[in-house]
């Protein structure tokens, strides 16, 4: 093994070998500069491994900075630092004992576990707090990497005595290590006893249930200890308390009183992890004061965090969207403070403005206009968008306002810039669905700007209005056969609109639309590749000249009017989100399972998870991912539902035995235009979610496949899943 | 937790990165370099990859990001990064690529003592000052304390103060600063105007003196309704926030402000409050276009504040349309010209006392174009800082220092009030 004798790893040699001490501390800190850069520095091991006797304690950092990287590249050399790690654990100065100790438990090699047990156990009992406090989490790094010695030299029972210390820090830290060994002894092997390491005993593969007990006595010292710690430790507390269930009310108000200080807090999670205390022991609490007093003096600490850094901001604002749709009252009167800057960066500016129209309410309804209208002149184009869009929200939710509404929407058509145009359309479509016949005198405007549209979405409402309002519009026939001139050239949800509008035309107006109806048939069976259009063509043809009666009942059926949900996320799932306020989950709005482990939520999982007997809520949460998604999504469906049942029946000469069967049906069909369709128009789904982040479609897959047998029988599916779809378009 | 902490540069490379758990690998970063760094559209400071999430925060032209592959708690995440930011300024005094370079060893170090196993330790800079030393810091500190009373000190309940502290002149001073937000619409209406204000703490007290601290309310944190009369000096706190020196319990309780403050300076508590602001400044603005080419602007601004008191760097940020080719500016105090690069006029004016008036006018020319720009219109930004000034009326009314030794103490007090972007009028 001739090095060569030049190059740079040889000068570092031979400086880490040279007699000065000068000169060895320098090349430490090149080849760690080396290693940062991403040069392999593995050869130099032995070389710098002697230089780890040393006084100067910032030489020693380097080297053990230097151990931690290589030691798993090297794990025969290891064995030359085990002696100086030992010696150091015992060193007089707690510094040391505490940097030996907390660097050998991340070494990953099997070598240095070995002689790491003794030093631990220890450290564990250290005189000094520091000592122990970074031994205690030092039990978490073994059990990452060797369970079983954990259990072999009863780490965890010590640190179960560590939560009794008498110093914060230690206890903070002592439950953290333990609630990390908690998580990670699920994750290990939960439906399997025989861990993948086949070496493992029997006792570490099912430590959970006993690994982090929270009784009364820890629960006292938990509360001393909460007052007294680093705002880090604060929130490991907390997040313990937050697992701990109150045995009665008495305890759970105990617990609310002694958390509610924490809102005080300057560290932002803190604040939230309090919040997440409060609202899990909430539910508990029956007194009125007490429930009064806790969601009074919730609100001021959350309306402060919207003052913090962007990124801290958002998180809270996410958590607030949650916090809203539990308890809708507690910021009651606050909008004012979620009107964007001018400088906020956009996905801080869109989530306000989720929030805004959650607390918009008759009496502030002609400010938060005020304030979209001003956002609608703005550049960004996608938060102009979202801006009218919450005119029309705001619109279908007070209807005191709704005129207004569509007042502002049409000052902003005639600015005529053409996303304001498209979207205002879009939107005004919604607000004629909840207020059928109220606003009419607006289309002919809308007709005018015909020309301006170019988005699918935009013309399909236009149509869909056009179609619906057929009889009240003298050139209908008109205007939609110029759609129907280009009918090859649209995109499918135009040319579904476009036929239906066509027969709604037909049906109105008999008399004068029998040519273009005839036209619009022949294209959609002919010219077009996609079965939709194409089934949806020929069910219209049959019943047109079948039963033209039955055609009216279903084709020109009244609908109910739609509503702005209250929730974007299914009740139970909202339930576990209020769990975890502040953690990615309630960033997200999505249960943790569905984006870490091991990825998405499959059924299988879904099955697992209802199996295990711990505990019944999250069974139920986790069920609901599907139903409540399938709710979210297809709204719809359901709307159906309440149209007179005897007259579908009779339609569909009983095949549809169950709605939902239908829905389901629809949903695992064409995947990929459903995800499209979703994807826009899906009020809930953060926009700042990755495209990982979707995951809702591909887990209904198999459910929806065990009810659904192959598509037989599709005409009265489809009736219904078109009907649907052009309701689809332009909800949310 | 944070499985992993990387600094970038804006090239996407890596100038420090540390490994904390075992989930993780180094190559995890040319992840978020493809993913965050050469992308341009990024929305979300969090990044979900399969399971693997990126949370990052951008300072100048490096990006510090936290890797973890749990469901972690966002906000502690953030905060950390952001309390690592303010760690970083306090040791090599700005955080940017040269100097993560050239402190690669302190970073190290520091990311060593404040992150164990991916959890936050201890990251109170003044205790962390006290083990982590660099040639500066040492020579400010001049003696290196015994590191078991070090170590009992980062553990114990006292964290943020050493107990031996001893100063042969006892003084604190308390800065009050107050940051104006307010959104005015173009028809002068306040859409919003609240303070965010922050009690800074300077103190250079021996021992371990116990300070109580009194502001001009009874704290009316809850709105009792009206069974407590307000009387007419004190100020409605919205909200209060406490270093973690304060004792929220007692705070909780009976509304007193008592703590052990840190050595030297540190921030005390921050607070909101929204009900009777003073504004500093009004501003009229008369915004016309006569022409296509043309845009006239009048602006009117007056100092509302007390005769005896005056602002200082008073900067005045107005908008002009993208396609202004030239602006002639007219002003009675102070210097206005056009900065084309940002298309705002800038008006500076250095001090301004209270009561005064001040008027611009300017005429900004436009270029003729046939496709017009979208001009998005932003806001009119005023700057100032208005010395012995409170927008909320807040005022200290007491701060009393005990000590075992039973030594006298000087105090002073200060206020400011100020806006940096904040303080937004609408027009047009």
């Given at each position: 093994?001739?090095?060569?004798?030049?190059?740079?790893?040889?000068?570092?040699?031979?400086?880490?070998?040279?007699?000065?001490?000068?000169?060895?501390?320098?090349?430490?800190?090149?080849?760690?500069?080396?290693?940062?850069?991403?040069?392999?520095?593995?050869?130099?091991?032995?070389?710098?491994?002697?230089?780890?006797?040393?006084?100067?304690?910032?030489?020693?950092?380097?080297?053990?900075?230097?151990?931690?990287?290589?030691?798993?590249?090297?794990?025969?050399?290891?064995?030359?630092?085990?002696?100086?790690?030992?010696?150091?654990?015992?060193?007089?100065?707690?510094?040391?004992?505490?940097?030996?100790?907390?660097?050998?438990?991340?070494?990953?090699?099997?070598?240095?576990?070995?002689?790491?047990?003794?030093?631990?156990?220890?450290?564990?009992?250290?005189?000094?707090?520091?000592?122990?406090?970074?031994?205690?989490?030092?039990?978490?790094?073994?059990?990452?990497?060797?369970?079983?010695?954990?259990?072999?030299?009863?780490?965890?029972?010590?640190?179960?005595?560590?939560?009794?210390?008498?110093?914060?820090?230690?206890?903070?830290?002592?439950?953290?290590?333990?609630?990390?060994?908690?998580?990670?002894?699920?994750?290990?092997?939960?439906?399997?006893?025989?861990?993948?390491?086949?070496?493992?005993?029997?006792?570490?593969?099912?430590?959970?249930?006993?690994?982090?007990?929270?009784?009364?006595?820890?629960?006292?010292?938990?509360?001393?200890?909460?007052?007294?710690?680093?705002?880090?430790?604060?929130?490991?507390?907390?997040?313990?308390?937050?697992?701990?269930?109150?045995?009665?009310?008495?305890?759970?108000?105990?617990?609310?009183?002694?958390?509610?200080?924490?809102?005080?807090?300057?560290?932002?999670?803190?604040?939230?992890?309090?919040?997440?205390?409060?609202?899990?022991?909430?539910?508990?609490?029956?007194?009125?004061?007490?429930?009064?007093?806790?969601?009074?003096?919730?609100?001021?600490?959350?309306?402060?965090?919207?003052?913090?850094?962007?990124?801290?901001?958002?998180?809270?604002?996410r958590n607030i969207n949650l916090l809203l749709q539990k308890r809708p009252d507690i910021l009651a009167n606050e909008m004012r403070v979620f009107f964007c800057k001018y400088n906020d960066p956009p996905y801080v500016k869109v989530e306000k403005l989720d929030i805004m129209i959650r607390l918009a309410n008759a009496n502030n309804v002609e400010t938060l206009l005020g304030e979209l209208k001003e956002y609608a002149s703005e550049v960004d184009v996608d938060f102009v968008r979202k801006a009218v869009r919450a005119i029309g929200q705001t619109a279908i939710k007070i209807e005191e306002a709704a005129e207004r509404c569509v007042g502002v929407l049409m000052e902003l058509i005639e600015t005529r810039v053409s996303y304001v145009v498209q979207e205002a359309v879009i939107v005004i479509k919604d607000i004629f669905r909840k207020y059928?016949?109220?606003?009419?005198?607006?289309?002919?405007?809308?007709?005018?700007?015909?020309?301006?549209?170019?988005?699918?979405?935009?013309?399909?409402?236009?149509?869909?209005?056009?179609?619906?309002?057929?009889?009240?519009?003298?050139?209908?026939?008109?205007?939609?056969?110029?759609?129907?001139?280009s009918f090859k050239e649209e995109s499918y949800p135009v040319q579904l609109q476009t036929l239906t509008a066509i027969v709604k035309l037909f049906l109105k107006k008999p008399d004068t639309a029998q040519g273009i109806v005839q036209r619009v048939l022949q294209a959609a069976t002919k010219d077009c590749d996609s079965p939709d259009v194409r089934d949806r063509a020929y069910i219209y043809w049959r019943l047109l000249s079948s039963d033209p009666a039955a055609a009216k009942a279903v084709v020109l059926s009244v609908r109910p009017p739609i509503s702005l949900p209250q929730t974007t996320v299914a009740p139970a799932i909202l339930e576990e989100l209020l769990g975890e306020i502040s953690s990615l989950a309630s960033v997200y709005h999505k249960p943790a399972a569905t984006f870490i482990g091991k990825g998405r939520l499959g059924a299988d999982e879904i099955g697992r998870q209802a199996v295990e007997p711990e505990d019944e809520t999250r069974e139920k949460a986790l069920q609901t991912v599907v139903a409540g998604q399938q709710a979210e999504n297809l709204l719809d469906f359901d709307a159906d539902d309440s149209a007179p049942d005897e007259r579908r029946r009779s339609l569909a000469d009983g095949l549809i035995s169950n709605q939902t069967i239908a829905s389901v049906a629809k949903s695992s069909n064409p995947l990929d235009e459903l995800m499209d369709l979703f994807s826009s128009p899906n009020l809930s789904a953060p926009t700042a979610n990755p495209a990982q982040l979707m995951p809702s479609v591909p887990s209904l897959m198999p459910t929806s496949n065990n009810n659904n047998g192959p598509m037989t029988s599709p005409t009265p599916q489809i009736v219904t899943g078109g009907k649907a779809e052009d309701d689809l378009l332009g909800l949310f | 937790m944070i499985s992993a902490f990387f600094i970038f540069n804006q090239k996407g490379e890596v100038l420090t990165s540390r490994l904390f758990r075992t989930d993780v690998k180094r190559s995890i970063s040319d992840v978020f370099r493809i993913q965050v760094i050469s992308n341009a559209d990024v929305r979300s400071p969090i990044i979900t990859l399969g399971s693997t999430s990126f949370f990052h925060v951008r300072v100048?032209?490096?990006?510090?990001?936290?890797?973890?592959?749990?469901?972690?708690?966002?906000?502690?995440?953030?905060?950390?990064?952001?309390?690592?930011?303010?760690?970083?300024?306090?040791?090599?005094?700005k955080l940017d690529e040269e100097s993560v370079k050239n402190n690669f060893v302190l970073i190290y170090e520091l990311l060593d003592e404040i992150l164990d196993f991916g959890y936050p330790q201890n990251s109170e800079t003044d205790t962390l000052k006290m083990y982590i030393t660099t040639e500066s810091i040492k020579s400010e500190l001049a003696?290196?304390?015994?590191?078991?009373?070090?170590?009992?000190?980062?553990?114990?309940?006292?964290?943020?103060?050493?107990?031996?502290?001893?100063?042969?002149?006892n003084e604190a001073f308390v800065d009050v600063i107050e940051t104006v937000n307010l959104m005015m619409s173009k028809e002068g209406t306040v859409l919003r105007a609240d303070v965010d204000g922050q009690i800074m703490m300077r103190a250079y007290l021996s021992g371990t003196p116990e300070c109580k601290f009194g502001l001009n309310d009874k704290l009316v944190l809850q709105k009792r309704g009206d069974s407590a009369p307000k009387s007419e000096s004190a100020v409605e706190l919205d909200d209060c926030q406490f270093h973690q020196c304060v004792r929220l319990g007692r705070f909780d309780s009976d509304r007193s402000i008592s703590f052990i403050p840190p050595d030297g300076e540190f921030e005390l508590m921050r607070y909101r409050s929204t009900t009777n602001i003073n504004l500093p400044f009004r501003l009229q603005t008369h915004v016309v276009e006569p022409t296509k080419s043309k845009v006239e602007y009048t602006i009117h601004l007056r100092a509302a504040y007390d005769p005896k008191l005056s602002a200082n760097n008073v900067v005045l940020r107005i908008p002009t349309p993208l396609n202004t080719t030239m602006v002639n500016t007219k002003v009675g105090i102070g210097k206005a010209k056009y900065v084309p690069a940002e298309n705002i006029i800038i008006w500076k004016i250095p001090r301004i006392q209270g009561a005064q008036e001040a008027i611009l006018t300017a005429d900004a020319d436009l270029a003729q174009t046939t496709h017009r720009q979208a001009w998005s219109r932003p806001p009119i930004e005023v700057d100032f800082s208005v010395v012995m000034f409170t927008a909320s009326g807040l005022l200290v009314r007491f701060l009393k220092v005990f000590e075992k030794s039973g030594y006298q103490s000087v105090k002073w007090v200060r206020y400011l009030s100020k806006a940096n972007g904040t303080y937004q009028i609408r027009f047009l």
């Open positions: 093994m001739a090095a060569p004798r030049k190059g740079e790893n040889w000068e570092l040699r031979q400086q880490l070998n040279s007699e000065y001490r000068e000169k060895r501390a320098d090349a430490i800190k090149r080849v760690i500069a080396n290693h940062t850069i991403g040069k392999d520095c593995s050869g130099l091991f032995p070389d710098v491994v002697k230089n780890m006797q040393t006084e100067d304690l910032e030489q020693k950092k380097l080297v053990y900075l230097y151990l931690m990287n290589y030691a798993k590249t090297q794990p025969e050399l290891v064995i030359l630092a085990v002696n100086t790690f030992v010696k150091d654990t015992a060193d007089p100065n707690p510094l040391v004992r505490a940097l030996a100790i907390r660097t050998m438990s991340v070494l990953r090699a099997e070598k240095i576990l070995d002689y790491l047990a003794s030093p631990l156990s220890r450290c564990l009992k250290d005189e000094n707090p520091y000592v122990r406090k970074t031994a205690a989490l030092c039990v978490a790094k073994v059990f990452d990497l060797k369970p079983e010695l954990c259990v072999e030299y009863g780490f965890i029972e010590t640190l179960r005595d560590l939560i009794g210390d008498g110093n914060p820090m230690v206890v903070a830290n002592a439950v953290t290590a333990l609630a990390d060994i908690h998580e990670a002894s699920q994750t290990v092997s939960p439906s399997d006893p025989d861990s993948p390491e086949g070496s493992t005993p029997p006792p570490t593969s099912q430590p959970s249930p006993q690994l982090l007990i929270i009784d009364q006595p820890t629960l006292a010292k938990l509360l001393v200890a909460l007052n007294e710690c680093s705002e880090w430790g604060r929130i490991a507390v907390l997040s313990t308390l937050a697992r701990y269930k109150a045995v009665d009310v008495q305890e759970a108000e105990h617990i609310c009183e002694r958390v509610m200080p924490q809102f005080q807090h300057a560290n932002a999670a803190v604040v939230l992890g309090a919040v997440k205390v409060i609202m899990i022991h909430i539910k508990q609490i029956q007194r009125e004061d007490l429930l009064k007093s806790l969601t009074r003096k919730m609100a001021p600490p959350l309306v402060t965090l919207i003052s913090s850094a962007p990124e801290i901001q958002w998180v809270a604002l059928p016949h109220s606003y009419e005198g607006v289309i002919p405007v809308l007709c005018s700007n015909l020309e301006e549209l170019d988005e699918p979405e935009a013309k399909a409402s236009l149509i869909w209005i056009i179609g619906e309002y057929a009889e009240k519009i003298e050139n209908a026939d008109e205007l939609l056969g110029t759609f129907l001139e | 100048g032209n490096v990006y510090l990001v936290a890797v973890t592959k749990c469901n972690a708690s966002a906000a502690l995440v953030f905060e950390f990064l952001y309390r690592f930011m303010s760690i970083s300024k306090s040791y090599f005094g003696v290196r304390e015994d590191s078991s009373k070090i170590t009992i000190q980062a553990t114990g309940a006292t964290s943020w103060r050493r107990s031996d502290v001893k100063y042969r002149k």
